[in-house]
């Protein structure tokens, strides 16, 4: 029999990719309400005293505290874990909240951690500046390059973090590679899987440990909410992750749950669009951009260094790609020539956006990590929506006559 109230966890498993997106992690009320309800509430009362002492005790099932469960966040995470793939996931704040949880709660004084040199601006953050602080010793590696992984390992290396595509730059790190070199020297893999989310990659396929997320970007894809996500095994969520994020509190509100919740039902649908609209576009870009002597980095195109890589770990390549005009005046008559994609640096979004990562999402970095990662002042980094692709072209077609391209 159909059941219209609580959640059926066996049966969830068994169903395949699209179902678990529209369906996974339901946990129907009494009402049997069709959409996922939203429990906006910090707090819970109980029957008894008894009640409250059993579940503080871990004795008995059941919420407590909005810090420690919430239904509406609880149901995010059944179906992102679902998504993955994965035995387990904490939903966070933000994309960055992720991201230093899944650090900090693992990372000790005199540990090392192994991080690639293309990543999110907040991320390259994390490991020049904030771990430093704590007597984290880092070392920062051109990911694309195999060999750099292995060379970087001492005795102390606990972690290896790295994004894939990269932001901005669309590095390919091989995770087949670097999650059996980190397995084969007992080192946790952590993978920031923001720029393809689960629908078009799942690294612990490849063997990652913890998979780590900016749901702002395509999970809620509709530029609404900031939200983030961790998943890994059971085990490592309860006992690694979890005294970090309970006592520390970096959680998700109920509400942008549920909104995150609402993306996911249709993220299959955009992701896959917005990454045949982000080839199509690109295909019309580069034979322009060679010609000025321009370059494309497009991971979905033969002319990037890995792109046979990035077509065998992910099903698309993305919404996203990057390419360099020269200068910062070509970046920015581009740019400002624009009238139907926006300049925003938000990414993963329904809607064309375009921004200059070395004046905006990159801007707080140094001069040299940003050359060390290649963010010049010609790098414009573009998100592909769900527009018609022949207005997308038109507006890029107008946007490089203004900038002489
Ligand atoms: C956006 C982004 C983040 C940070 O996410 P927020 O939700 O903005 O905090 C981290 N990593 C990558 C790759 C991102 O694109």
Redesign the pocket.
């Known amino acids: 029999m159909k059941k219209t109230t609580g959640m059926d966890r066996a049966a969830t498993r068994n169903w395949r990719p699209a179902t678990r997106a529209v369906r996974g992690g339901t946990w129907r009320s009494e009402h049997g309400e069709t959409s996922e309800a939203l429990f906006l509430t910090s707090g819970y009362a109980y029957d008894d005293a008894q009640t409250v002492a059993d579940r503080f005790a871990g004795d008995a099932d059941g919420m407590t505290y909005s810090r420690l469960q919430n239904p509406t966040v609880a149901m995010l995470e059944e179906r992102i874990a679902l998504l993955e793939g994965a035995e387990a996931c904490r939903a966070q704040?933000?994309?960055?909240?992720?991201?230093t949880a899944a650090l900090l709660c693992q990372l000790s004084v005199g540990d090392h951690c192994v991080a690639a040199r293309a990543?999110?601006g907040?991320?390259r953050w994390l490991v020049d500046n904030l771990l430093p602080r704590f007597g984290i010793e880092t070392t920062v590696i051109d990911s694309a390059e195999d060999a750099a992984w292995e060379a970087a390992i001492q005795p102390n290396t606990k972690v290896f973090f790295f994004?894939t595509p990269?932001?901005p730059t669309l590095d390919i790190v091989d995770l087949q590679f670097v999650c059996d070199l980190a397995k084969a020297h007992g080192i946790t893999t952590v993978v920031?899987?923001?720029?393809a989310s689960p629908a078009l990659q799942r690294p612990m396929e490849f063997g990652a440990d913890v998979v780590?997320?900016?749901?702002?970007?395509l999970m809620d894809g509709q530029g609404r909410v900031?939200?983030?996500a961790i998943c890994g095994s059971e085990e490592w969520i309860n006992e690694t992750l979890l005294p970090f994020q309970r006592n520390t509190g970096p959680n998700l509100s109920p509400f942008n749950a549920w909104v995150v919740h609402k993306g996911l039902e249709t993220l299959d649908l955009r992701a896959k669009r917005q990454s045949e609209q982000a080839v199509a576009l690109g295909q019309f870009l580069e034979p322009r951009l060679e010609k000025a002597g321009g370059q494309m980095l497009h991971p979905g195109l033969p002319s990037h260094p890995r792109h046979d890589l990035a077509l065998a770990q992910m099903d698309m390549t993305g919404p996203i790609f990057a390419f360099d005009v020269g200068t910062r005046e070509r970046a920015f008559a581009i740019l400002d020539a624009l009238e139907l994609i926006d300049i925003s640096n938000?990414?993963?979004d329904a809607r064309s956006l375009m921004c200059h990562p070395a004046s905006t999402?990159h801007a707080s970095l140094s001069e040299d990590a940003r050359m060390d990662m290649g963010v010049t002042e010609g790098l414009l980094r573009i998100n592909v929506g769900l527009e018609d692709i022949a207005d997308l072209k038109e507006d890029m077609d107008r946007a490089l006559v203004a900038a002489t391209l």
């Open positions: 704040a933000s994309g960055m909240a992720a991201m990543a999110f907040s991320c994004e990269a932001n920031d899987n923001a720029f780590a997320y900016s749901a702002t970007k900031l939200a983030g938000n990414i993963g999402t």
